[in-house]
C-alpha cells in the first residue's frame, strides 16, 4: 500500500487549490483535512514502519524509517492542530484590520507547502533531495514570517533568510563533502547521495572529508535548528510570524533542521566509530541549554519568551543525542514529542491575548489576564507546567529520562549542567507566567468576548493527547521510539 507519496501529495493539493477557490471557509476546511489526512496516513506508517522496518516508494526515491515515522506523526499532529486554530484567528484579525483577505490566503496557499516540505525532508532518502526540502520549508515559512508586512515582521525575515541562507549554504557544501568522501571511496564508480547507499558503505568513506562534512552541516542545520549561537534569528521570527505559523516553527520546523542534523550526525559516527560528532552536539546543547535562562528571565515579550524556552528544549535534546546511550536517546525522542504537544498551545494562547490587548509587551498586557481571558488562561497555565517540566506532564518523564541515563553512564558534570539549566528556566518561566496570568485586572483593561478567543479545539486537542501520551504510552509507540533510538545510536 502507497502511504509516502499520499503524505506528500495532501498538503501538496491543498495549497495549489487554495490559490484558485473564492471562499476563505473553503480554505480553511482544505487546510484541515490535508492535515487530517496525514495525519491518519501517518498513523498507518507507524504500523507498516514495525511491520516491515523500512518503507520505500519510487524505487527508493522515498523511504521511512522508525525515525523518519515518528518525524511525520509529529509534523501532523502540529500542522493539524495549526490548522484548527488558524481559522477563527484570521477571522479576528480580518475584521480587526490587521491583515487582508489577499494575506490570508497566501497563508492558506503557503502553510500546506510548508508542511509538504517538512514531509519531504523526512522521507527522501537522498541527503541533496533533503537538503532541497530544508531550502523550501526555509523559502515558505520567511513569507509566512512577513505575513503582516509591518516594518518589525520584515526585519524579522529578512534576518531569518539572511542567516538561514548562509546556514543552509553550509549544509549544502556539508552534503558535497559527503559525495566527495564517497567519490573517493569508490574512484571508478558514480557513489550515490542515498541515505541506504551511504550508509551500506559508511566503514569505507574517507574520515577527513566525512569530518568536515559534518563541521559544515552541523553550522548549516544547526543555525536552521536553532542552537546557540546561531540562534540569533529564532526570537525574531517566533515573535513576528502568525500565531499558527509560530507554533509550527517552534513545534516541528526547528526539529525538522535537527532531524537533517542527526542523519549527518548517524552517518558520522557509522564512519568514524569515534566520539567526533556527538562531542558537538553535547556542547553546543549545553551551551543552548544554559544560554535560555538568562534571557528568559529578561524578556519583555511574550512570544520571545517562547522562543528562547525553545531553544533551551532544542538544546535538551542535542545534549541528551550528545549523551549517547540508549536511554538518553529515547528522552531526546520522547522530548521532541511532548514538547510539540506543548509549545503550540502557548503561542495559541498568545495570539489570543496579542488580538485582546493588541500588545505581546509584558508592561502593555499588565497582570491578570485569567480576568479578562479565563480559558485562554487556564490553556497557557498548563501548558506552561508541562514545558516547565511538572509532573504529571510528559515533559518531566523525558527530562528525567535524560538525567537518569546520564547518570547511569557516570556523566556526572554533564548531568549537574543540565539538572542546574533546567532549575534555572523553570523558575524563569515560572516568574514571568505569574506575572501576566495572576493578579489583579488592568483598570483600562475593557471587556472581551472571551468565547470567541478561546481557541479551544485546537488547544484541547493537544493538551488532551499530552496528557494521554504523559500517562501512558501505547506499545507501538514505544517500540516506534526505541527503534528509532537504536538507528540514532547505531546499534543493530
Same mark, same amino acid.
Given at each position: ?371 479578562? /481571558? %479565563?480559558?485562554?488562561? $487556564?490553556?497557557?497555565?498548563?501548558? +506552561?507546567? *508541562?514545558? #516547565? =517540566?511538572?509532573? !504529571? ?79 501512558? /504510552? %501505547?506499545?507501538?509507540? $514505544?517500540?516506534?521510539?526505541?527503534? +528509532?533510538? *537504536?538507528? #540514532? =545510536?547505531?546499534? !543493530?
Amino acid at each position: 500500500m502507497s502511504l509516502l507519496t499520499p503524505i506528500l501529495i495532501a498538503p501538496l493539493l491543498a495549497g495549489l487549490l487554495c490559490l484558485v477557490v473564492p471562499s476563505r471557509r473553503v480554505m480553511v476546511a482544505l487546510g484541515v483535512l490535508a492535515f487530517a489526512t496525514t495525519l491518519a496516513l501517518g498513523i498507518a506508517l507507524l504500523h507498516e514502519v514495525l511491520a516491515r522496518g523500512v518503507v520505500t516508494e519510487w524505487n527508493g526515491f522515498l523511504c521511512a524509517d522508525a525515525l523518519s515515522a515518528w518525524m511525520v506523526l509529529l509534523v501532523s499532529v502540529v500542522s493539524f492542530a495549526s490548522a484548527l486554530y488558524a481559522g477563527p484567528y484570521f477571522q479576528r484579525d480580518i475584521e480587526a484590520g490587521m491583515v487582508s483577505p489577499a494575506r490570508v490566503r497566501e497563508f492558506y496557499v503557503l502553510t500546506p507547502l510548508f508542511g509538504a516540505g517538512m514531509f519531504m525532508v523526512v522521507l527522501a532518502n537522498n541527503l541533496g533531495v533533503m537538503w532541497a526540502a530544508v531550502e523550501g520549508t526555509a523559502l515558505s515559512s520567511v513569507l509566512l514570517v512577513a505575513l503582516y508586512n509591518r516594518r518589525h515582521s520584515l526585519e524579522a525575515a529578512w534576518k531569518y533568510v539572511m542567516l538561514g541562507s548562509v546556514g543552509l549554504a553550509l549544509a549544502l557544501l556539508g552534503t558535497v563533502f559527503v559525495y566527495a568522501a564517497a567519490c573517493k571511496n569508490a574512484p571508478d564508480a558514480v557513489p550515490s547521495l542515498n541515505w541506504s547507499y551511504l550508509m551500506s558503505v559508511a566503514g569505507g568513506l574517507d574520515p577527513h572529508l566525512l569530518k568536515l562534512a559534518f563541521v559544515f552541516a552541523f553550522v548549516g542545520y544547526g543555525t536552521k535548528a536553532g542552537l546557540a549561537p546561531m540562534h540569533t534569528w529564532l526570537p525574531d521570527a517566533h515573535s513576528e510570524a502568525p500565531s499558527p505559523t509560530s507554533a509550527m516553527l517552534s513545534g516541528v520546523s526547528l526539529k525538522i533542521a535537527l532531524y537533517a542534523l542527526l542523519r549527518f550526525h548517524i552517518l558520522t559516527a557509522a564512519c568514524l566509530d569515534s566520539a567526533f560528532s556527538r562531542r558537538l552536539l553535547l556542547v553546543f546543547g549545553l551551551l543552548s541549554m544554559l544560554l535560555a535562562p538568562p534571557f528568559i528571565l529578561v524578556q519583555r515579550n511574550l512570544k520571545r519568551l517562547l522562543a528562547y524556552s525553545s531553544l533551551e528544549h532544542i538544546g535538551l535534546i542535542c545534549t541528551a543525542i550528545g549523551l549517547n546511550t540508549p536511554l538518553t536517546i529515547l528522552g531526546a525522542l520522547m522530548h521532541m514529542g511532548y514538547h510539540a504537544l506543548t509549545k503550540p498551545v502557548l503561542f495559541f494562547a498568545a495570539g489570543n491575548i496579542h488580538q485582546a490587548f493588541h500588545a505581546l509587551e509584558f508592561r502593555r498586557i499588565g497582570s491578570g489576564v485569567a480576568k479578562v /481571558l %479565563p480559558l485562554t488562561a $487556564l490553556w497557557m497555565g498548563l501548558a +506552561a507546567l *508541562a514545558a #516547565i =517540566g511538572l509532573p !504529571p506532564f510528559g515533559l518531566f518523564l523525558s527530562e528525567l529520562t535524560v538525567l537518569s541515563g546520564g547518570l547511569a553512564a557516570h556523566e556526572t558534570t554533564v548531568s549537574a549542567l543540565i539538572l542546574i539549566a533546567l532549575v534555572a528556566s523553570f523558575c524563569g518561566i515560572l516568574q514571568q507566567f505569574t506575572r501576566i496570568l495572576l493578579g489583579t485586572r488592568r483598570p483600562d483593561a475593557r471587556p472581551i468576548e472571551t468565547h470567541r478567543l478561546d481557541g479551544a479545539p485546537a488547544m484541547i486537542l493537544l493538551l488532551g493527547a499530552l496528557l494521554l501520551f504523559s500517562v501512558w /504510552l %501505547p506499545e507501538p509507540l $514505544l517500540d516506534l521510539l526505541r527503534q +528509532a533510538a *537504536a538507528i #540514532i =545510536g547505531g546499534q !543493530p
